[in-house]
């Protein structure tokens, strides 16, 4: 599928959709949306760019490889959960947020960087299946 | 009391790191650990003389009431001291007996953990912990069987006696948590008390039977006899330590364990009477037609262990005291009896009972132990054995019921036994020294002495049975809820029907043995009832078993994805649709359902059309894209109804899996043919009832009340306690964040799997056929 329209235009379209998906990480709190469906939005812009460009292409783009990005949002994910444990000795997973909303993100509390996690490891686990898959195919 | 039944397993765990060390020289200093426990249990004879009880428990299990606890009481006391005396002689023997053997620290370590294990049994209160200790034991016998591991026929008669007893472990698992539900405790102390509601209870017959299954493989009773001359594959030091004087007794000792609680029934009398003497005679005939030494004892063995089964039947004081010595007799001789044929086995190199004779040449202080022990056996005064044979007699004539078979069978028994006895002590040392064994050397001191040792005592407690009379055998009978005060051991009980029996016992039985020899001869004759005996039966059995697995194998994990996905479909549809035939309560009520909207009609058409679409194509990519338009369908009826996280969720869902489907099918050769007319007519059938069931379902679950406090409590408190206006996400990561964690863990470990399934397979170069 190595068509000049698809390959210039997924050339744009990554960062477009990377903000996109970020945006939509964002905004979950408060309307539609959330690491989820932001992680998803982001895997399915690499494998655009992958279609599009080859999949060694987005290899090359990525640096890394999107195994990597599970431990990391895991990680996250968790030591937002046990940061109150730690720092406060309250109980798993409580809510910790900064008293004022900070511009254009709005409120930052534990629970947006458990999403964060969630987002990455939703992206590392997608990109790994589907590289793997096509690798081999 | 824990360190002493631990102190086996932590010399088996030292002996792994030290092993090296116990090898060669310093082999014989392990016996330390059996003689020290001995000498410790031994200082406790005068305080269970005495009636007392020593008890101790340590919390294991709180929760299930499952402790360590430990009773030593005179049945207790009794087999301690013949594990680790025994035990003792046993470690000395085997220095030299597996000298310089390759895995000699191996062969202790085992020893010691079955020395611990069979402590912990006899000592256990706790039937839980007994259960334990039994599955131990019958682990390390599994390995002491098997030690010469390669061997094949070692191998195989180790699976055999695992198999047979870890059976009977089954049962014993089974027999002591019905029982715990039955008293509401596991102790077996405490269980004492209850007697008469045990005894009347509905699951009397049923624990008895799981008791019994346990004791009966351990003992090797008739009819799962058969792996103890199996067994004898072993190194003869553990056919005399495990076969012969401790483990095949734990079922004996289960037994008399359980008599204060269970016994005293018709049905408990009845079982093990009639179990004990088939077992008896059926093996006692046996040992006739045995030319091995090792085969005779093993058979000889088997019907001791049916008399003492036939003995607790009986249920009298006097049958049990006539147990309670002959556990001693028996451990006396017959351990000896088994000394003495390794010995004859090492030096000799073979263990053919047509072949040995006058060994007493070359070997004499063997001699003196075997024929010592053969007296023993037969009985003969004033051998201890005499006096075992006189309180069996007396108590069998003093039992109710059918006298004289019960007679007649215990003295067909005991004249057989002397002729095994005879055979095996005597017959290899008497007569004419052969040619070929004329260069036969003496073992050493550490291989003749034990016998001896053992021999001698057998004789000893004959003259004087006043040093075992209330040091041991009166607290067993205490131990077992009888009275033992008015009981008096003495060699003379007067001339009486019990004296007359024994004379005849022992002139038939030097007769029989003066007159039938052991031939091959025989032996095959035998050979000829092998098709019907219980090994064989099970032996049919078992490989029945494995064709039927293999066959049913084949018939579910026949390695076709569709068909798996057939199983799985059609199972959860009778099995979901028969709960739901008997229970529906589907209501629609019409009046609350809304008007049909133009798109919603427009968006559910594309929705069907898809479907009849990916179903009749005849392309691949275009059922692929035709799945896809169906879930785009329905990510828009999502919208509609206002679930917009729903609908963002499944539309991403929805694009990544046609790509990962484009991406597998992509490379697939062209659409073929795989299935019939019938097979498409019956996958269709399942999966319309399959799609059907689960709308039903739907629309039931919709049927049932709602209960929206739940909801309410979120829609209230996101935005007040999680700072979020966006519920469903507040959720997620929030309130039940813990979930998404534990689900995006999971989804991690899929990705990994996937990965390593394609990235890490062996090429098909490599694979082992």
């Known amino acids: 599928m190595k068509t000049l329209i698809l390959k210039t235009a997924s050339n744009y379209l990554l960062p477009v959709l990377l903000v996109f998906s970020v945006f939509i990480l964002l905004r979950g709190h408060y309307l539609p949306g959330g690491g989820f469906v932001g992680g998803l939005i982001a895997a399915i812009a690499f494998v655009l760019h992958a279609f599009a460009n080859g999949l060694d292409k987005s290899k090359d783009l990525l640096k890394i490889h999107p195994g990597f990005l599970m431990p990391v949002g895991l990680g996250l994910a968790f030591m937002s959960g046990i940061a109150p444990v730690v720092g406060l000795d309250d109980p798993f997973m409580t809510g910790l947020w900064f008293p004022d909303p900070f511009p254009v993100i709005g409120n930052v509390g534990s629970a947006l960087f ?23 195919a | ?10 010399f088996a765990l030292f002996l792994v790191f030290a092993g090296k060390f116990f090898k060669g020289k310093l082999a014989v200093v392990s016996s330390i650990i059996p003689l020290s426990l001995f000498i410790y249990f031994a200082s406790f004879i005068p305080r269970i003389s005495s009636g007392e009880v020593i008890r101790r428990t340590y919390e294991w299990v709180p929760s299930f009431g499952v402790n360590l606890g430990f009773s030593l009481d005179g049945l207790s006391l009794l087999f301690s001291l013949m594990i680790t005396g025994i035990g003792f002689l046993v470690y000395v023997y085997t220095s030299t007996y597996l000298k310089n053997h390759q895995y000699l620290d191996r062969f202790y370590a085992y020893l010691s953990v079955f020395m611990g294990a069979m402590l912990g049994l006899v000592l256990s209160d706790n039937i839980i912990s007994m259960f334990v200790f039994w599955e131990l034991t019958s682990i390390s016998s599994f390995f002491l069987i098997g030690f010469n591991n390669t061997s094949e026929a070692s191998r195989k008669s180790a699976l055999t006696a695992l198999g047979i007893t870890g059976f009977g472990g089954f049962s014993l698992l089974a027999g002591a948590l019905l029982l715990g539900s039955m008293a509401g405790t596991y102790s077996i102390t405490e269980m004492l008390s209850m007697k008469e509601a045990l005894a009347g209870h509905e699951f009397y017959i049923l624990a008895v039977i799981f008791i019994f299954g346990a004791a009966f493989t351990k003992s ?15 190194p003869t030091p553990v056919s005399t330590y495990l076969h012969s004087a401790t483990m095949v007794k734990a079922g004996v000792y289960l037994l008399m364990r359980f008599t204060p609680v269970l016994g005293d029934t018709n049905f408990w009398n009845t079982t093990l009477i009639s179990v004990g003497a088939i077992t008896m005679l059926y093996s006692a005939v046996h040992t006739l037609f045995r030319t091995d030494l090792k085969g005779v004892l093993a058979y000889s063995t088997i019907s001791a262990l049916g008399i003492l089964v036939f003995l607790i039947g009986l249920g009298s004081q006097g049958a049990f005291l006539a147990a309670a010595v002959f556990i001693i007799v028996h451990a006396l001789y017959k351990a000896t009896l088994f000394l003495v044929t390794g010995v004859i086995d090492l030096q000799s190199g073979t263990r053919n009972v ?17 024929i010592l022990a053969a007296i023993s056996s037969a009985g003969i005064p004033p051998s201890i054995g005499f006096l075992g044979k006189e309180l069996t007699y007396e108590a069998s004539t003093h039992s109710t019921g059918l006298v004289i078979v019960i007679v007649a069978a215990i003295v067909l028994t005991k004249i057989l036994l002397l002729y095994a006895g005879f ?14 064994f004329s260069e036969v050397k003496m073992p050493g001191p550490l291989m003749w ?21 209330s040091s041991l055998v009166k607290p067993v009978v205490t131990a077992l809820s009888k009275d033992a005060s008015d009981i008096h051991l003495a060699l003379w009980h007067g001339f009486n029907t019990v004296l007359i029996l024994s004379i005849i016992t022992i002139v038939v039985g030097i007769l029989l043995y003066l007159f039938l020899k052991p031939s091959e001869k025989l032996e095959n004759r035998i050979g000829k009832l092998e098709p019907v005996s219980p090994e064989s039966i099970l032996k049919k059995l078992t490989y029945f078993f494995a064709v039927f697995s293999k066959f049913w194998t084949n018939v579910f994990q026949n390695g076709y994805l569709r068909n798996y996905v057939t199983t799985i479909v059609l199972f959860l549809v009778i099995l979901v649709g028969y709960i739901f035939i008997g229970n529906s309560r589907l209501v629609i009520d019409h009046t ?56 963002m969720t499944q539309f991403s869902i929805d694009t990544l899996t046609v790509i990962l489907f484009v991406l597998v099918l992509y490379r697939l050769p062209k659409y073929l043919v795989l299935s019939d007319y019938k097979m498409r007519i019956r996958d ?63 989804l991690a470990i899929a990705a990994i799997g996937v990965y390593g399934l394609l990235k890490l397979r062996v090429k098909s170069s490599d694979r082992p056929n």
């Open chain 2, 1 to 10: 009391m824990l360190t002493a039944i631990l102190l086996g397993f932590l």
């Open chain 2, 354 to 370: 047509t072949v040995l004779a006058g060994l007493r040449k070359v070997m004499m202080p063997v001699a003196v132990a075997g």
């Open chain 2, 592 to 647: 609350q359902l809304s008007q049909i909207t133009a798109y919603e009609l427009a968006v559910t058409i594309i929705l069907i059309g898809g479907v009849f679409y990916t179903v009749f194509t005849r392309s691949r990519i275009g059922a692929v894209a035709a799945m896809g338009v169906v879930g785009l369908a329905i990510c828009l009826l999502f919208v509609f109804y206002s679930a917009p996280d729903l609908a």
């Open chain 2, 423 to 436: 055979v095996a002590g005597i017959k290899p040392f008497t007569g004419k020294l052969p040619e070929k």
């Open chain 2, 684 to 746: 269709g059938i399942l999966s319309l009832t399959f799609g059907g069931l689960i709308s039903l379902l739907a629309l039931q679950v919709l049927a049932e009340p709602v209960n929206s406090d739940i909801g309410d409590f979120y829609a209230k408190n996101a935005y007040l306690m999680a700072h979020g206006k966006n519920v469903v996400n507040v959720i997620l990561v929030d309130f039940r964040g813990t979930d998404t964690l534990i689900e995006i863990s999971v």
């Open chain 2, 220 to 234: 090797a009773q008739f009819p799962f006899h058969f792996w103890l001359p199996g067994a004898m594959k072993a």
């Open chain 2, 449 to 469: 002495v034990p016998p001896l040792l053992l021999a001698i005592l057998g004789i000893v407690f004959g003259i004087f049975p006043a040093l075992i009379e």
């Open chain 1, 114 to 136: 458990f999403d964060i996690g969630v987002y990455l490891v939703v992206v590392g686990v997608t990109l790994t299946i589907i590289f793997t898959i096509s690798e081999s």
